[in-house]
């Protein structure tokens, strides 16, 4: 099994930066993509980015340009730095991993992913 643990939620202003962090434990060995997605109050849940072990990355449009993810192999960590904060970004967070079948069409879509932290809010206000 893989535990995931999300940190660094909180409230900004619109504009403002967060960075995000998620702690991967377990049997790690074998994750092929993360990401982070995320679940605003009545919405579906979105990919937002996503990451492969060799460092490509796939963003959501709507967040292209001011989110960057990136991960520490050796800490076994996910970062999701958000910077130029707007409202609509408000959302509970999630890291999610996978060890099969995903792609980079495929890694902003939670049907791909079987492991997931439980999340971590993040308010915007303007």
């Known amino acids: 099994q893989v535990r995931l643990v999300e940190s660094g939620g909180g409230s900004v202003q619109s504009g403002g930066s967060l960075r995000l962090s998620c702690a991967a434990s377990?049997?790690?060995?074998?994750?092929?993509?993360k990401g982070w997605f995320r679940q605003a109050p009545g919405k579906e849940r979105e990919g937002v980015a996503a990451?492969?072990?060799?460092?490509?990355?796939v963003y959501a449009d709507s967040v292209k340009g001011r989110f960057a993810i990136s991960q520490d192999n050796a800490k076994l960590t996910l970062y999701l730095q958000m910077n130029s904060l707007k409202p609509e970004d408000t959302a509970t967070y999630y890291c999610?991993?996978?060890?099969?079948?995903?792609?980079?069409?495929?890694?902003?879509?939670?049907?791909?992913?079987?492991?997931w932290g439980q999340g971590t809010q993040v308010t915007v206000s303007s």
């Open positions: 999610a991993a996978t060890k099969w079948g995903a792609s980079t069409s495929t890694a902003l879509a939670s049907k791909s992913y079987p492991y």
């Open positions: 377990g049997y790690t060995v074998g994750i092929t993509y």
């Open positions: 990451i492969d072990g060799d460092g490509t990355t």
